[in-house]
């Protein structure tokens, strides 16, 4: 029987990723063993039988007698542990929701709806590494599959609104408290039904440039407010999250030697687990909107096409109607003023499910029906 190795199953993807697990009963036909960077001997997760008590994630020896590795620890464990497991000669598969092998030439960039043919090939050809995308870049691509498919795009500008949530766990309570204390300081004024929302305003703007603001985590107030800057510079003048939007979607789609030029500018806004796109997508040729309503419609499964009115979009095409679900609704879908080749395109996607622990959790299906 298989042996696979689960690490950083407790973290907020990985626990993403065990619910969806449990939920699909992925647990049978292998032997599956827990790991902890922290809580070695400890308890691992209710999976709906006995499994052996954690083992020491640093433990290279024990790891390399796995068939397969599933890393949702963080780039730091991948980045220490990956080269010790290969220089002992491992010859296991690793899949790994981290960033820092998305872009080896020996790895896969897995989202299976979309790149089924490269994963396919990549495993026939002997790869054994394979990464989840970015999330920006995995929501993006499982919204416009069928129009890339197409071969008509020639560029792509996505206007990004991320999630609390791309930051991390403690990104995600730290925008809970400041929503808090904004409430908090708002309070009296929105409960005297004489007060001006001018005063409701100069409250809580004093209140988010207070020094006492919570802004730990991100160094910057949120709630009530954006911030047009996600992760480190690029030389480019791009972020880093603008630079994966370009690379990590031309090698999802093998499209590396003819790369499609994709950019714009990613902003984190006050959501909590979806990350929503402003799209333009220009095509090389005016194609009927109802062939595109179509090729981005039967793309797979998941896509939902939102009609562009308003009922529609306020019930379906928003955080709050998408959090927690694999919907991936497509609206606001339309022809744009610049001309017949221009086409504009709204999209919603939970980030830590299609945007982190489900392209992993389909790959380690994949591999282990092979
Ligand atoms: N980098 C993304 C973000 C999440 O900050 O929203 C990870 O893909």
């Known amino acids: 029987m298989l042996k696979v190795a689960f690490i950083g199953w407790r973290g907020m993807v ?16 292998y032997e599956p063993l827990f790991f902890s960077t922290s809580n070695v001997g400890g308890k691992g997760p209710d999976v709906g039988f006995d499994i052996p008590p954690l083992q020491d994630a640093y433990d290279v020896k024990l790891l390399s007698s796995m068939d397969v590795i599933v890393s949702c620890q963080g780039g730091d464990y991948t980045k220490r542990v990956y080269p010790e497991l290969h220089n002992m000669g491992w010859q296991g598969y690793w899949i790994d929701s981290a960033s820092t092998l998305r872009m080896d030439p020996d790895s896969i960039i897995v989202l299976d709806p979309v790149n089924r043919h490269v994963i396919d090939a990549g495993l026939s050809s002997g790869i054994r590494t394979y990464v989840g995308g970015n999330c920006t870049v995995s929501l993006m691509l499982m919204a416009l599959a069928g129009l890339f498919a197409s071969g008509h795009v020639k560029w792509v500008s996505s206007m990004t609104y991320q999630a609390a949530s791309g930051a991390g766990a403690n990104n995600m309570k730290e925008l809970i408290s400041q929503m808090r204390v904004l409430g908090q300081v708002a309070a009296d004024l929105l409960d005297d039904p004489a007060s001006t929302a001018i005063a409701v305003d100069v409250a809580v703007t004093k209140a988010m440039r207070s020094e006492n603001f919570p802004t730990k985590y991100f160094s910057a107030p949120l709630a009530g407010s954006l911030i047009p800057w996600i992760d480190v510079p690029m030389d480019s003048g791009q972020t880093r999250e603008e630079w994966k939007g370009y690379v990590e979607t031309n090698k999802i789609l093998n499209t590396e030697k ?16 979806c990350h929503s796109q402003a799209i333009v997508v220009r095509l090389d040729k005016d194609i009927p909107i109802d062939e595109i309503y179509d090729m981005i419609g039967n793309a797979n499964e998941w896509v939902d096409i939102v009609p562009n009115e308003k009922e529609s979009t306020l019930k379906h095409l928003s955080p709050a109607a998408v959090s927690g679900t694999l919907k991936v609704p497509v609206g606001r879908l339309r022809k744009m003023l610049m001309g017949p080749e221009y086409v504009s395109v709204f999209t919603v996607g939970d980030q830590l499910l299609w945007g982190a622990a489900e392209p992993v959790r389909r790959m380690l299906k994949i591999i282990l029906a092979r």
């Open 14 to 29: 990985g626990s993403v990723l065990m619910g969806r697990m449990i939920e699909e009963g992925d647990f049978a036909g």
């Open 258 to 273: 003819n790369p499609i030029p994709i950019d714009g500018i990613c902003v984190r806004i006050g959501a909590m687990r």
